[in-house]
């Protein structure tokens, strides 16, 4: 679960199947629609909604302890490969010019390979 923070007091909650069209518009600044709303314009931040990853209420506040159990679980790292992940896909199809592709979970031929061309071509 993420966090879509459009300004400093309005965000809303996505599922991983929809955070490639929020590093979409986050990246782009296109607009992009939401099961549970939309961005009309640019994203001002992606966040893991570790309340709602862990079924805790959304208005309760963590706390140390909280944020060990997060760690312990191993959700932190969960979330932070399935970002990565999604990162990766969206830099392909964007580069690859294949941007209605974008929030269709589609499986990518060529994916496994970009991040290893993404280093080789940044260097």
Known sequence: MWKIAKSYSES???????????????ITGKPVVFKSGAALRHIESILPDYNAAM???????????????IRKQGMDEKLRRDYQEMNNRVKYLVDHKQEN????N??????LDFPQSQKERDN
């Open 106 to 111: 589609v499986e990518i031929a060529g994916l």
């Open 101 to 104: 592709l974008i929030g269709k």
């Open 12 to 26: 809303f909650t996505i599922g991983k199947n929809e955070l490639e069209k929020a590093i979409y518009c986050f």
């Open 55 to 69: 079924g805790w209420n959304e208005g309760y506040k963590l706390t140390a302890d909280d944020h060990a159990d």
